[in-house]
């Protein structure tokens, strides 16, 4: 039987691939897939600075994160992170995450919101249990106030209630050092929106809204591959150039602003054959939505595996509602607000 794959269309406002360009306001917008590697691991471009405040509060956790780290300080914070994740298996995440979503699936009234119910929750608690916190369903909702309000110029009021539920984390999270503690906070707050988005997209491209669908042959994980590369939850990232530095036959200057967008690079045809055609399995797909380099995500595998226990329930047990779409207002990620679903 031949399946029949979604198409799914650049989401609005993604760029077309193209030499790096500039504009006053906006700085750079970097797009070719070749360019953006390069960016990624050029040392001429790091993560812009952050400002740390009080011990236990949202800007001393972003100070503190290997995310936002200065090159100095970034690779002893990353390897906190990384140790961390070594010593789970993505595989029992992965099953973990299948028994909490099938659970919450059974409940009436048979109808339920895969952003408020699953997206989120599901990854969150199952990871957070892994690492040590002691109340990892109330260790969820407070990563989740967190993550609204990570990225540095958010509204006061979001960072204030952030600050609360950074006390709350600390609280719940396993003995260590402030440093280690901080960085296992961020491990929790990089895998909640963009794990989230993942879910959302795959459940909104790939479950059928009414009839049902046979289930297709494809491993999850090969169509949340495919659903990650044309629809990432991270559209882009921020960079700053601290030295000049030639980029795509650009050149830019010293203290320019740079956005990496993963959004048109994961399209782009010198890297991608038929690049806006849903193929699952792709041979040899290097997906910048990860990142790459130093600062390349250290928890991908988890992140697919978590997503994966969620989805294999979903694609099996429910449809997709007619209910309109939204997503999110946000710079830089692309996450659905609401996502109806019906069990079969």
Request: net charge positive; hydrophobic share 45%.
């Amino acid at each position: 039987m031949t399946e029949t794959w979604p198409v799914i269309a650049p989401a609005a406002g993604t760029p077309a691939c193209g030499p790096p360009s500039f504009e006053p306001v906006r700085g750079w917008w970097v797009t070719r897939h070749a360019d953006v590697r390069a960016a990624l691991t050029s040392p001429a471009l790091q993560v812009p600075a952050v400002d740390t405040g009080r011990e236990g509060t949202l800007a001393w956790l972003r100070a503190e994160v290997s995310r936002f780290s200065p090159p100095e300080r970034h690779a002893a914070r990353r390897a906190i992170g990384v140790s961390a994740l070594a010593a789970l298996d993505p595989d029992e995440l992965r099953h973990e995450a299948t028994r909490l979503t099938t659970t919450a699936v059974d409940r009436p009234p048979g109808r339920l919101d895969v952003m408020r119910d699953l997206a989120r929750a599901v990854p969150l608690r199952v990871l957070a249990g892994r690492l040590g916190w002691a109340d990892p369903a109330a260790a969820a909702t407070a990563v989740e106030v967190v993550a609204a309000a990570y990225h540095p110029g958010v509204d006061p009021a979001l960072a204030a209630r952030a600050d609360g539920a950074v006390a709350t984390l600390l609280a719940l999270a396993p003995p260590g050092q402030p440093e280690v503690r901080a960085n296992l906070i961020g491990l929790l707050v990089q895998a909640c929106d963009a794990t989230a988005g993942l879910i959302g997209a795959a459940a909104h491209h790939l479950l059928a809204p009414t009839a049902a669908r046979p289930p297709v042959a494809a491993r999850s994980t090969d169509l949340l591959a495919e659903v990650l590369r044309l629809d990432p939850p991270v559209r882009a990232t921020r960079r700053v150039t601290v030295a000049g530095v030639r980029l795509g036959g650009q050149d830019l200057p010293p203290g320019s602003p740079v956005l990496l967008r993963f959004d048109a690079a994961n399209r782009d045809p010198r890297e991608f054959a038929d690049p806006e055609v849903f193929r699952p399995g792709r041979p040899g797909v290097r997906m910048l939505t990860f990142g790459a380099g130093e600062r390349g995500c250290p928890g991908d595998r988890h992140a697919l595996a978590l997503a994966a226990g969620v989805f294999d329930v979903l694609r099996e047990r429910c449809r997709r509602t007619e209910a309109a779409l939204g997503y999110a207002p946000h710079p830089t990620l692309r996450v659905p607000t609401t996502l109806e679903v019906t069990v079969r």
